[in-house]
C-alpha cells in the first residue's frame, strides 16, 4: 500500500460528513479496523466483498493483507476519496455504487472463494445478514459489525430471552460467535448502543433452500406469537398435526425448541 493521509485529514480535505440516513458511524481509528481484519481471519486467495467502505477505514486495513476487495457503497459522495485507496492500493480495491441490499454477490464474486467483512449500517445490518444466510451465493466466512442487541440475537442459545428467529436462521446455516464489543466511543459519530462483531462460517450442511424456505414460515409464526403454545402459534401451518409429525410437543412455546427441534418443523411442513 503506498501511503495515504489519515483518514479524518481524509474526510475534511473533502469536506465529508456522515449522514444518518446511511447509518454512518465511521471508524477511524486503523488499529481497530486491523483487529477486526485479523478476526476475519483471511486465507491467501481468498477475495474480500465490504459493504458499506464510507471512508475506507476497514477498507484500508483490508487491502493491508494483500487482498484483493470489492467494496459496495450506496452513497456516491465517498467515490473521489475511495478512488484515492484504490490507486494506493494498485486497483486492487473494485468500487460498485449499489445497494448491498439488491446486488448479486456471486457475480461480484466471479467463483473466487470470498468472504464478507463490514461495519454494517444499522438499519439494514438484519435483513443483509439473512439474505447472506439464504441465498445461493456462499461466502467463506462472514466477519460482521451489529448493534450489540443484534449480534446476541444472532448467537442467543436456546431458551434465552434473546433467542428467535434470527438465532434459529443464523444457527442452522452457520457456525456464529461473538468475537469483539466495542463501545459506542469507538464511533464517529457514535451511535446512541454499543456494538459488536460476530464471526460467522457457514456450515457446509447447511440446509437446502426449499428446507430454509420452510424454516422462515415455521419461525416466524411459532416467534411471532412466542407466548403462546405452538399447537397455537403454528394453527396456520398445520398446528398440533405439525408438531406430532415433527416429534415436537404441541404444548412447548418457540424459545424451548432446539435448531434440531424447528429443522424436523421445516422438514415436516
Ligand atoms: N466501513 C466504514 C467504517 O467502518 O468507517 C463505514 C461504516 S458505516 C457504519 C455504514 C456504511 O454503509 C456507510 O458508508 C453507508 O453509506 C453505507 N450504506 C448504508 N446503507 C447501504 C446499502 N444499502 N448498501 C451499501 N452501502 C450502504
Redesign the pocket.
Known sequence: MKPLPN?SESLAQHGLMA?KT???????DLNI?RKIVRLADLKPGVRVI??????????RALLETGADVVA????RR?EVLLNEVSEAADGRLRLVF????T?DEGQLAEAVPTAIV???????GTP?LIKWMTQAFQPVSMTL?FQKEVAERIIAPVNSEAYGRLAVIAQATCQARLVMDLPAKA?TPPPKVASAVVHLIPRPDRPSPGLLDALQKVTAAAFGQRRKMLRSSLKTLGGEALCIKAGISPDARAETISIEGFLALAASL
Do not use: S
Open positions: 483518514i449522514n446511511f447509518g454512518q458511524h465511521f471508524l477511524l479496523t465490504e459493504v458499506g467502505p464510507g471512508p475506507g477505514g476497514l477498507t459496495i457503497e450506496k452513497d465517498f449499489e445497494d448491498a441490499l446486488v463490514a461495519n454494517l449500517p444499522y438499519n439494514v443483509l459489525m464511533f
